[in-house]
């Protein structure tokens, strides 16, 4: 009890500080904010209308880093809303899925894993700093104007340092509602359909003034997330139980666009759930991980503020809070308890500031400066109780000259960390270059060619680090250096109205990395940083857009990547062999057609055989699987209202399969979605 | 006439004197028996078994079967005999009454097997309702098998029903069992509430099946092999920090502690006779693994390296002495997940051969048959 007391007064003290310095921010930000609001308007300028009649061109297929992105209107055609069915048919991404409705989905991009993808929604970064990795079936879509995967790092001249900070990002943004002659718009859907499916959701926008709105969205999912399976990998047979989920989900945004064209957002986000962890299957136990359960819940609040788009020096500024609460139960453990019962809680304190000038016509100049501190406390007995401080500065350059374009950055980041029990990890000072460099060949056809070269990190996790037993707190951050090179190109092309083709062979070398080994006993294995892999593959990417064909329009997608990725620690008893958990090859191809109000859509995945230990032996390796899913899209406008009907079948061909081994995952599933906007 | 008569008496007497002197002789006389035929009985290994524990929640848990006559390693010898995979962490085999027990943990079933033909005899299923039991090792006692599991059980099998007849609490997470003096000797761990582990080993009476005393020893007890001597060896894994493996010896005539070698580390070991092969190897350190030989009638430390050659094994994670030809097996699981190899040694230490084995080989056992059988 008296230890109880006593830490209770230390996180006070601790937390009334972190405070003051976080109030002492926000007070720095605002009187900066309202500086810049009041400057003065610039003379209006018209121009002659011009009518367009090329299809516009996609960021993608321009932009000087690689980028992949798929849009709104593709998102209500593709399968399921959650941000891990829009990027598992990217190029390059293999989605590590545990199953089931809830099952936890994280990303591996060209063989770096989850802790090296950093995932923005609307600029704030959702970071977990105790496992690294981010939960994508956490976050919706429904509201998502587009959701983009960029290799490196964004070019956008204004960006905070964090941006810089991850070997590829994942970026989900909010759309902004258009306002025609109503101030009121209202989207309101019912998604019904297998595994007990109940999610509605609701979103209200309302325009305040002439230049300011709030957003208010509320989604709701309840699953029990029941279904039959067949173990492809040992004619296992039974019913996936629990695995129920129930989840709510509430967005709130608030933007005011000032009469110089600066903008202030305050965005909220709220996240909570409760599932059943379902756990591998094992043969002849079919009560094994029969009760275990997980509980996550997620705030956080961003005041962004940025100034007029068109003037030469231009801010960003960012503040946020956040805390994440994740409560694990087994309550089936055979120790003293007779449960296993740990919560976590997360807190970050974040402010940014990001500066980008435009020098001469081709040359500008950003620099971004991120602070922010991490806390993570557990119920675990003697639990580290770790604070970490990270100050990332990065200063960039970008010069665009006829057909050349070049991007220079480097990030500094300075760590320093301290704990409540026992040793902290030392402090880390690290500078990382990067450099993208693009050649335009050809204007009509567009063809141009791309470079990059990126020196990036990752700091150990928390558990990394602090684990009971299982850390190791002298823990080195992994590095990666990323070569990538490429060609991309776009046209329009006989019946094509546009077709983009983009051809990237890439390098990667990660050290340091962190691997998990028996250091103490064959029970507890410490993680250590003793891994080397070398990975290099090809990425082929095809888009097709039709013109009007008896008034039926065609659209078309196939991506291809083959990579091998391969252990080259010294004296590795696996040396030159295929890391665990990474196909050769994957292939994504989908197509869709629309006549009038109807979109039919098919997509099919291809996933290659891999092995799920290091070793490449048949003993270890899990089948590939094509997986199939199609959609049926229906508009009915009534009135001022506008009805959809979507009616989804996935996996066609009850496909039985893991990608995980022993986690099967679902066979065939219908859902109808039912949605109203007005 | 007369004379005639006489010499016929005479030859009549000594014809009667002759007769009775010969059946005199040729009763004193032993008559010959016949012959006794000698039959050549001879046991010869034609094979032996090794259980390949696999990983935690990977279903890769195996049986591999190296034929001597042809010096072919076949692993998942059980799944091509049977159709069906053994399961998930196989942590114990022993060999007892013609039929290989398999104590497979995360399953949480032990299965029977014939040592003859690799067949399937009975998968033993180990659940409280739908609680899975988890057992860890086995040991025998006349016509029961004793299993102890993770959830503070010991159960009671009968070996000719393969039944579970009775359950019998003990301490906690037990993970160590053997049989002396018609006593079973249980390790009660503690592990799963680490770092309050358990300290004692559960004694169990044969007669009435119940657990009769406690014995106290060093934290975190856990495997336990007996000697022919009535003593049970017991490894006590500390705390994997400053508490260390030892190797402590009870008394089983008295249940006590009357031994601790406090000289060295020790992880597991088999007795064959009158040798312990104890080995050890050093996690933190990597620097290879170590087996040591004690005496164990005398419980003094012979050798401190029975490896006489320089022969080096990564990962020691099981021996077996073949009784016939005193060969001595040892596996080596290098980095627990990569698939492991069983090496020969002789009787004095040196390498004679190996063979690959599967994932994290462990426990062996031999097929020993009459020849030409």
Known sequence: MQNNTNTLVNNKERLSSIKKLFLFIVLVFVSVANLYSQSKLKDTVSIKEVEVKAVKPKTEDKSLESMQQISRVELDRSSGNTADAAVKTFSGVILKDYGGVGGIKTVMVRSLGANHTGVFVDGVQFSDVASGQVDLGKISTDNADNVSLTIGQSTQLCQPARFFASANVISIHSSDPVFDSTTFHCKTSLKSGSFGMFNPTISLQNKIGKRSFTDVSCNYVRANGEYRFKMPSNDTTGRRTNSDIQSLNLNARYVSTFSDSSKLSVNLYFFNSERGLPGAVIIGNPFANSKQRLWNNDFFSNLQFNNNPSHRLQLLSNVKFSTNYLRYLDPEYNNIAGKIDNRYTQREYYASQAASLKVIDSLHLSLASDFFVNTLDANLENYARPTRYSWLTALSARYGYKRLEANGSLLATIVREKTENGNAAPARNVLTPSLLLGYRLTKSPFIKLRFLYKDVFRMPTFNDLYYTLVGNNNLKPERAKQFNLGISGYSHLGIFEYISIKIDGFYNRVSDKIVAVPTKNLFVWSMTNIGQVDCRGTELQLQVQTKKLAKIQYSAMCNYTYQEAVDVTPNSATYNQQIAYLPFETFTASASANYKSITLSYTSLFNGYRYVLPENIYANMLHGWWVSDASLLYDLPIKKCKLRAKAEVNNIFDKQYEVINNFPMPGRSFFVTLSMIF | ?373
Do not use: W
């Open chain 2, 1 to 373: 006439m007369g004379n005639m008569n006489k010499y016929l008496t005479y030859l009549l007497r000594f014809f009667v004197i002759i007769l009775l002197f010969f059946a005199i002789n040729t009763s004193c006389k032993k008559e010959p028996t016949a012959p006794r035929i000698k039959i050549d009985t001879c046991y010869q290994t034609t094979g032996m078994y090794i259980l390949n524990e696999g990983l935690f929640n990977m279903n890769n848990a195996s049986l591999t079967y190296y034929s001597f006559d042809d010096s072919l390693a076949t692993t998942d010898y059980f799944e091509s005999k049977n159709n069906k995979k053994l399961g998930d962490t196989g942590n114990d085999m022993a060999i007892y009454g013609g039929k290989i027990y398999i104590v497979v943990s995360t399953s949480s079933h032990v299965e029977v097997v014939d040592v003859k033909t690799g067949k399937g005899i009975k998968r033993i299923p180990f659940f409280d309702g739908n609680k899975p039991r988890q057992p860890r090792h086995i040991a025998f006692c006349q016509n029961k098998a004793f299993v102890c599991s993770f959830d503070g059980t010991v159960q009671v099998i009968d070996t000719t029903k393969l039944e579970i007849e009775k359950d019998i609490k003990v301490g906690r997470n037990p993970d160590g069992i053997a049989m002396a003096n018609n006593k079973i000797y249980v390790s009660n761990s503690g592990g799963l509430d680490s770092p309050n582990y358990d300290k004692t080993v559960s004694v169990i009476d044969f007669g009435t099946l119940t657990e009769i005393k406690r014995i106290a020893v060093l934290i975190n007890p856990t495997y336990a092999v007996a000697d022919k001597y009535g003593d049970v060896y017991v490894v006590s894994r500390g705390n994997y920090d400053d508490v260390k493996m030892r190797l402590q010896v009870i008394d089983s005539k008295n249940d006590s502690v009357k031994k601790t070698f406090n000289d060295f580390e020790a992880l597991n070991l088999t007795i064959v006779g009158d040798t312990a092969y104890v080995y050890y190897y050093d996690f933190a350190s990597a620097s290879g693994s170590k087996i040591m030989l004690i005496d164990a009638k005398n419980e003094t430390l012979i050798s401190n390296n029975f490896i006489t050659d320089n022969s080096k094994i990564e990962t020691v994670y099981g021996i077996a002495v073949n009784p016939l030809t005193h060969d001595v097996f040892v596996t080596d699981a290098h980095a627990f997940t990569k698939t492991g190899e069983v090496i020969c040694f002789g009787s004095n230490g040196k390498k004679k051969y190996s063979f690959k084995a599967g994932l994290n080989p462990s426990y062996m056992g031999f097929l020993n048959v009459v020849k030409g059988k």
